[in-house]
């Protein structure tokens, strides 16, 4: 064979060998971080008076150790999926989302509402409602997007403004307008033809709303580095001056960056209430907003990042109440954990002390955002 014909395939493998070093490299940190981490809990379980090595085995079968288990690690995951690539989106653009909590809600009476309304239609209603979940969440993000590029009102106080106003509105829409007979206070239950169907395979609860989940991860992907609206989005988080220099509109981008963040958050809403819930009861669901703030900052706000990370945060989640009951360690354990990762994720030269500068080098993420396939 020529030395022609085989340089385009050796430039195929070089790009895609390229894609996997650089998420090697970008995982080295966490994984550094989850290590030490689990380290000093070890500690503080031992402080405890309690058998660390117990604790974790528990922890391990708790979020891994059989198809139930899994499942639970799964339907923890899912959701956070999505608020991750919601803060994800809007930290590539230099900005930080802490509105996923509202745009959760805003999503979930969407789909709470909307799936009653079109429940005649079954499976079909499915794509429908989500889609109304991704343009409520869209319009939601796009709000302190726009107080951004034309007041120049910071995100952080607008989003998190955002969350309280739209968590009430729900709340009110679910216990007033849209409330229906019953024990449990909220809307009224979505029919099962309408409902996403679960997977099965021994995974408990868990649904196709995973699979929605990883085709977003996917998108989201697809978008930041094989678009030219992606690259914009970038190239705005990484120098506004030369973006605009180069006539990249910042105001637009900045909008885009949260609206399409919300959309995302929105979405990961309606699939809580069609996959999981079948309605919007009060109290909702919570803190899925601000773990997303965590599974991004863990995940190196890079799509793959985010569903390992959620991974992560699914199992802890998952693990630690087979802990509890196997063992005297409390749940609490599982959020030390997390804390415990996230400022070592966070606070780099913290762990420049511990593990060296050159092994920090070593775990630099920078070549994971380059993307598959860019030189």
């Known amino acids: ?21 650089g998420v090697g490299g970008a995982l080295v940190f966490p994984l550094i971080a989850i290590f030490i981490a689990f380290v000093i809990g070890a500690l ?5 008076g309690n058998n660390p090595v117990a604790a974790y085995i528990s922890l391990v079968q ?48 969407t789909a709470a509402w909307l799936a009653v309304s079109v429940g005649f239609l079954g499976l079909a209603a499915i794509p429908i409602v989500l889609l109304a979940c991704v343009l409520t969440g869209f319009m ?10 034309r007041f120049g009102a910071h995100e952080v106080i607008t ?27 909220g809307t009224e239950t979505i029919e099962a033809a309408t409902r996403i169907p679960a997977i099965g395979l021994g995974l408990g609860r868990v ?3 995973l699979a929605v989940a990883l085709l977003a991860a996917l998108v989201i992907y697809l978008l930041l580095w094989r678009t030219k609206l992606g690259f914009r989005i970038r190239a705005v988080g990484l ?37 999981v819930y079948g309605k919007m009861s009060i109290p909702f669901v919570s803190n899925l907003g601000f773990n997303g703030i965590g599974v991004a900052l863990l995940g190196r706000n890079h799509p793959v990042g985010v569903v390992l990370g959620a991974l992560l945060f699914g199992g802890l989640a998952s693990g630690a109440q ?17 804390a415990v990762i996230l400022l070592l994720v966070t606070a780099t030269k913290l762990v420049e002390l511990i593990i060296g500068k050159r092994a920090r080098a070593l775990a630099s993420g920078t070549r994971l955002d380059e993307g598959l396939g860019n030189q």
């Open 1 to 21: 064979m020529s030395e022609e014909s085989r340089e385009p395939r050796d430039e195929g493998g070089s790009a895609f060998g390229k894609f996997l070093r």
């Open 322 to 338: 087979e802990m509890q009951f196997a063992t005297d360690v409390p749940l609490d354990l599982s959020d030390v954990l997390l």
């Open 207 to 209: 649904n196709y709303g």
């Open 140 to 149: 939601w993000g796009a709000i302190p997007g726009f107080l951004k590029a």
């Open 239 to 275: 120098s506004p001056g030369a973006a605009n220099y180069a006539g990249m509109r910042i105001g637009t981008n900045t909008v885009l960056a949260l609206a399409i963040g919300g959309a995302m958050a929105g979405l990961g809403g309606g699939v809580e209430v069609l996959g």
């Open 159 to 185: 989003t998190i403004m955002l969350n309280f106003i739209a968590i009430n509105l729900a709340t009110y829409f679910a216990l007033g307008p849209l409330r229906s007979e019953g024990i449990v206070p």
């Open 44 to 48: 503080l379980v031992l402080a405890s």
């Open 62 to 109: 708790g979020a891994v150790g059989d198809p139930t288990a899994i499942g639970r690690t799964l339907l923890n995951a899912t959701p956070l999926v999505f608020t991750g690539l919601a803060v994800a989106v809007a930290f590539r653009a230099g900005l930080f989302n802490i509105g996923g909590e509202g745009q959760v809600f805003i999503g979930a009476i």
